[in-house]
């Protein structure tokens, strides 16, 4: 079948890209889906966060952190805008084994959106002087709540179904952050600048999708053909409140 | 199944009724109390008269009365519950939801439903799993094992005063436990309702999940799933829990063995203690 094909191709070109040991160009099958996403129009102030509440915290940040709600770069870029494909994978992709890690430090979420797939292992560590609680507001997922006194181990979750995670510290109710658990393994989260790749993705029509905390979300068609590359740029249009 | 005329027709016109309301399934898992069945056909019947009014014909809390109560009905539908023996992010057991029906939660609207029989209380545990898909795909969670409780002596009580301390309880509960930590007034349940913790020191001496020390344990070491209250059971040992039992019940005002030896000690030896609350230098 030619899916199989596909897969144990695109495996290949997996093994091939991880083992680092890739010699000549990566094989046209391992296609790939790269973008920016931007917005028009006035997004939202972020605000400075009073963390006098917490003065081991607050000593970290000499200068007030912002809220990172919408967190905007230079050319009207979008910072922690998840770019996933929702329809076109050719079957369930395996987790991979290695965990992510999820850091509580200064009394942030570091990072602010963390992408994983279903079925990953989640690890949250408290880098903190003081405890927090990490309580992921799943509905579709199980919702639990733990405390993490300074110096305990990681905790360690994972999920099985796919939903973006609202994850919030209850002791420090300005703590705000995302799990974005993903049903496929070509996912990726604009940095800064607005830029993402998703990366080995076979030849074929596809649907991506952008999620942004704020802003929404919004779909595209997308054709990775022959020569393996796609493009796909979001605009969303923010409004300040 | 129960072969009698008038339940078949009871059951059949129910069974009608549920179809197009679409919540009892054919085979729904197993609800058994003390050995009584649950029967969520009558459940519904029972839940028409007694529990809709607040928590709504499909579950969801958002009953007629529900807008002007506080705290707000629990939400079925979402399968998340306070008062469990099981883990955090796990389901209560038949026992874990008949008891919290039976005793009702004090300081909200939710009453005792003591005086309905029991059968009617195990129906309504049965009818109320029916809400979410959940009780089917992962059924019950496994009740955390309680070891037997040590002797309340005071050393379990200032070992327990320690945890409070480092466990940072005092954030939300307050150094005395009058629920006025620097965290208490900012604190929101899931659904973004504010809550507050629980005041030890006040007069209303039952928790939210019960009054002995067996169900305080329990709060402490599963979390109230739904609320700020956490789990500790990834960083309080077993034994260690039943100190912070202990030291807790010096915090009510209550005439519990552990207040007695807790009195007796203190005049003598106050001054040895440090304040409970922020390191100081903060």
């Given amino acids: 079948m030619r899916t199989k094909q596909l897969s144990s191709l695109a495996l290949v070109a997996l093994a091939a890209a991880t083992t680092g ?3 000549g160009p990566a094989p046209i099958m391992a296609g790939s889906i790269t ?5 028009t129009g006035t997004p939202p102030k972020m605000r400075p966060i009073d963390m006098a509440k917490e003065p081991t915290c607050a000593s970290q940040h000499p200068t007030p952190v912002m809220t990172e709600n919408v967190v905007t770069g230079p050319g009207n870029s ?8 929702s329809a076109g994978d050719a079957g369930a992709s395996p987790a991979p084994s290695t965990p992510v890690r999820y850091d509580q430090k200064g009394c942030q979420y570091v990072p602010h959106v963390l992408a994983f797939q279903t079925g990953q292992q989640l690890e949250v560590y408290n880098d903190d002087q003081t405890s927090h609680n990490i309580h992921p507001l799943a509905t579709v997922n199980p919702e639990w709540n733990k405390s993490q006194p300074p110096g305990a181990p990681p905790i ?6 796919p939903e973006f995670i609202a994850v919030k510290c209850n002791i420090h109710p300005w703590m705000h952050g995302y799990f974005a658990v993903m049903g496929t393994a070509h996912f990726a989260t604009t940095a800064n600048d607005g830029k993402f790749t998703i990366s080995d993705v076979p030849p074929g029509k596809y649907t991506v999708t952008v999620w942004h905390e704020k802003f929404g979300t919004a779909s595209q068609e997308v054709t990775v053909g022959a020569t393996g590359a796609a493009t796909a740029n979001f605009v969303y249009k923010a409004l300040p409140y | 199944m129960r072969t009698s005329t008038p339940t078949m027709v009871l059951a059949s016109g129910l069974g009608l009724l549920l179809v197009l309301g679409g919540a009892v399934p054919a085979s729904a898992q197993e609800t058994v109390v003390n050995g009584i069945h649950g029967d969520a056909a009558r459940g519904k019947k029972d839940y028409r008269r007694y529990c809709v009014g607040c928590h709504g014909p499909d579950g969801d809390g958002q009953g007629e009365n529900a807008q002007w109560i506080d705290p707000k009905p629990r939400d079925f539908t979402a399968a998340v519950f306070k008062c469990r023996s099981t883990p955090t992010g796990t389901l209560p057991t038949d026992d874990d939801l008949f008891n919290a029906m039976s005793r009702g939660f004090v300081t909200t609207n939710m009453p005792q439903w003591l005086p309905l029989p029991k059968q009617t209380r195990v129906d309504l545990v049965a009818y109320i799993k029916t809400f979410s898909p959940r009780w089917k795909a992962q059924g019950a969670g496994t009740p955390i094992t309680i070891p037997p409780e040590t002797p309340a002596t005071i050393e379990s009580i200032l070992h327990g005063r320690e945890l409070f301390q480092k466990m940072e309880c005092w954030k939300c509960h307050g150094p005395a436990g009058h629920g006025d ?17 629980y005041n ?20 402490f070491m599963t979390g109230l799933d739904g609320s700020p209250m956490p789990s500790f059971v990834d960083n309080i040992k077993p034994e260690e829990a039943w100190d912070l039992v202990h030291f807790l019940r010096t915090l009510q005002p209550l005439d ?6 807790w009195k007796a000690w203190l005049p003598q030896h106050a001054s040895e203690l440090t304040p409970i609350g922020p390191p100081v230098g903060q």
């Fill in chain 2, 181 to 197: 930590g620097p965290s208490a007034s900012t604190l929101t349940d899931s659904k973004d309702n504010p809550i507050r913790p």
């Fill in chain 2, 200 to 219: 030890f020191a006040a007069g209303v001496t039952r928790f939210m999940c019960g009054e002995t020390n067996r169900d305080l344990y329990r709060i």
């Fill in chain 1, 78 to 85: 979008v910072e922690y805008a998840v770019v996933y494909i």
């Fill in chain 2, 256 to 261: 519990t063995p552990e207040a007695a030896v």
């Fill in chain 1, 156 to 161: 360690q979750a994972s999920y099985t179904k």
């Fill in chain 1, 35 to 39: 973008g920016t996403v931007t917005f």
């Fill in chain 1, 21 to 23: 040991a890739v010699s």
